[in-house]
């Protein structure tokens, strides 16, 4: 019984681990898109939530990461868009329904600095 909940635990372990590894990577490939938007010369908008603690926002989070996935400056970070869906779940509070969400037409280096500073406080309130 002892040896069946050891490796419980274990696999356990090596899933959050491989988590906090994939959240990681998503922060540095953001850092990377960060730098790409920087230089962008189209000045793309996003609607940005004002508050990106409000679990209202999820779906606007999510709505500006898919147009970003459409930018074709950002294509090579396909890896960062791949990880990201697996881990939407993970980043995703249990709410039953939506509610309002503020919302303004940023810079997408504003939308992005939202973005890590989400995927950051998801971590935390996970651990």
């Known amino acids: 019984m002892k040896a069946h909940l050891y490796l419980l635990l274990l696999a356990a372990g090596i899933s959050a681990a491989s988590q ?3 959240v990681a990577e998503l922060l540095t490939l953001l850092q990377q898109m960060w730098e790409v938007m920087a230089r962008d010369s189209q000045n793309l908008r996003i609607e940005t939530p004002d508050n990106i603690n409000d679990v209202n ?6 709505a500006g ?12 970070f396909s890896a960062f868009f791949q990880k990201f869906e697996r881990l939407k779940p993970f980043l995703t509070p249990s709410i039953a329904k939506e509610g309002k969400c503020d919302t303004e037409r940023r810079r997408a280096m504003i939308f992005i600095g939202k973005l890590m500073t989400f995927i950051r406080k998801a971590l935390k309130a996970r651990r």
């Not at 990461?65 to 090579?76: A, I, M």
């Open 20 to 22: 906090l590894s994939s």
């Open 57 to 62: 926002c999820i779906s606007t989070i999510f």
């Open 65 to 76: 990461t898919e147009q970003l996935k459409s930018n074709p400056d950002l294509k090579k």
